[in-house]
């Protein structure tokens, strides 16, 4: 996927019924997941440029528009927020690592999350976090699938966070619904295949590097730009690798490959990363 040659960055935003009577009166312009903004950030070969959403230029309409496309697999989510519980079947995670290694105890706190009102669970077997040593497909599904199996049955919406095809196969034909990787289907060369077989809504993140490797790729020039250019080379190899545009949700790696204000400068240009239309 070229990226786009002219970029809109959405700013004023709106939410739910403030943003559509905006849209309605003409004073903002829609975005995906319900959202509208009121002012645009024009970013083009002559350089930027601020303007109203409500003066957007006709030659820019165009743009514009692909700022609120959903893709169909995804469109369930839209227009109201989802609460995705994460679950860490890991002894060394960042944030819960050796909590749930146990599968009955992720398994309860996979429920209790249902219970308090998750839309849908990220199950994990291998950590990620800065510096972590990669974990093998067979000692991943060894930690994971008791749990999948056990969520799957219980009618969970399940999302598996791995970097392996075979762990990715095994879990779709278990009943899990989303295949999420840190690599964009980079690491593993069967990935993408796995995913377009199954027909599944995937997320592709932004990452430079491994897990272990990563710290020493956050060198940029233009931050927010070369992760959007970026990911649209990932959005391209896997359409080509067969896997549906209307499959394809991102996410731009939030300390992955970015330390320090690299992150808050990232999380405060989220929207340009809307020109790829695709769920963020």
Known sequence: ?????????????????????????GLALPLSGGQAFTIARLIG?????????????????E???????????WSRHAGNPAVMGILNVTPDSFSDGGRHLDPAAAIAAGQAMLEAGADMLDIGGESTRPGAAPVTPAEELARILPVVSALARAG??????????????ACLDMGAAIINDVTALKHDPEAAAVVAAAGCPVI?????GTPETMGSHANYTELPREVLGELAERIAE??????????????????????????????RHTGLLRNLGRPI
């Open 45 to 61: 070969a002559d350089g930027e440029r601020l303007v109203a959403a409500a003066a957007l230029p006709a030659d820019w309409r």
């Open 1 to 25: 996927m070229p990226i786009p040659g002219r970029l809109i960055e959405p700013l004023g935003l709106l939410d739910g019924d403030q943003g559509e009577a905006a849209v309605t009166a």
């Open 238 to 267: 896997a359409e080509a690798a067969g896997i549906s545009p209307a499959a394809i949700a991102i996410d731009h790696g939030i300390g992955f490959a970015k330390i320090g204000a690299q992150n808050q400068t990232l999380l």
């Open 204 to 208: 592709l993140m932004h990452m430079r």
């Open 63 to 73: 743009a514009a528009a692909a700022l609120a496309r959903t893709p169909s697999l």
């Open 156 to 169: 969970a919406t399940l999302s598996i966070d791995t970097r392996h095809a075979a762990t990715m196969r």
